[in-house]
């Protein structure tokens, strides 16, 4: 689904991704590690379309990119990727409903079609029952949960999500993680996600982790690091 290939990045004379090699299968999800600074943003940004790569290439969906500035990966940012933040991104005064079906229409569906498909999506986050619901009368874990539906809504094949439980509490945070392992598995519509993360707990429930160290990327044990119960299927 998503295969990152010897991708270089320098900012300067900061040699900050210096060949990294990763996949993430259809129906994964995986972790990504690292201490502050070593690059899991810029990654995710270059995957995302947002930023362009010095060397290397990244093949999503049959769609080969990584060079190119950001005007020539408009279709990568339209239909492939989806984006998670920290802060959630909504817009406070509109309703759950409306702020997933804007998205839609920003992107150039019909505005019935939009609110249709934003319905389908929040319902599938579990807030079938707060469509109209503005931000500040839902929790934390709900706002996010909105921000995931409008992610998931235009049927987006990978999801990127930068510290995604960042400014949840646990409760909440783990709920938002079994919410991704539920829609990478999916059996009928399963996606992919790549998700940054500082807690290792969290981590150790993806299905897998790659730990960014150096410029490059390497798979990690993390659950025999940290005491963890090794009950993860390995490949
Ligand atoms: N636009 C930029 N211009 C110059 N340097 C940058 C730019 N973006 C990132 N950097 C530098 O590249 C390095 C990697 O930054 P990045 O944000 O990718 O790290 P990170 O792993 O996401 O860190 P954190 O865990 O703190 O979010 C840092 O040293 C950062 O200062
Ligand atoms: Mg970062």
């Not at 707060?130 to 931000?135: D, V, W």
């Not at 706002?143 to 509490?169: C, K, M, S």
């Amino acid at each position: 689904m998503l295969e990152v290939d010897g991708l270089t990045k320098s900012f300067g004379s900061l040699d900050v991704l210096k060949g990294v090699n990763m996949q993430v299968e259809k129906g994964e999800m995986v972790a990504l590690m690292g201490p502050s600074g070593s690059g899991k943003s810029t990654l995710l940004n270059i995957i995302g379309g947002l930023l362009a790569g010095d060397g290397g290439s990244i093949t999503l969906d049959e769609r080969t990119y990584g060079q190119k500035g950001p005007s020539s990966v408009v279709d990568v940012r339209r239909n492939k990727v989806g984006w998670i933040f920290q802060d959630f991104h909504l817009l406070d005064n509109l309703s759950a409903l409306d702020n997933v079906a804007i998205a839609l229409e920003l992107s150039g569906m019909p505005s019935d079609e939009a609110v249709a498909a934003a319905e389908v999506a929040l319902t599938k986050v579990g807030l079938g029952e707060r469509l109209n619901f503005i931000p500040d009368q839902l929790s934390g874990g709900q706002q996010q949960r909105v921000a995931i539906a409008r992610a998931i809504a235009g049927n987006r094949p990978v999801l990127l999500a930068d510290e995604p439980t960042g400014n949840l509490d646990i409760a909440s945070g783990k709920e938002v993680l079994k919410l991704f392992k539920d829609l990478c598995h999916d059996v009928e519509n399963p996606i992919s996600i790549l998700m940054v993360t500082h807690d290792p707990d969290l981590a150790s429930n993806a299905d897998r982790m790659l730990l960014l160290n150096d410029g490059k990327t390497e798979a990690s044990d993390i659950r025999s690091a940290w005491g963890l119960d090794e009950e993860g299927e390995e490949e």
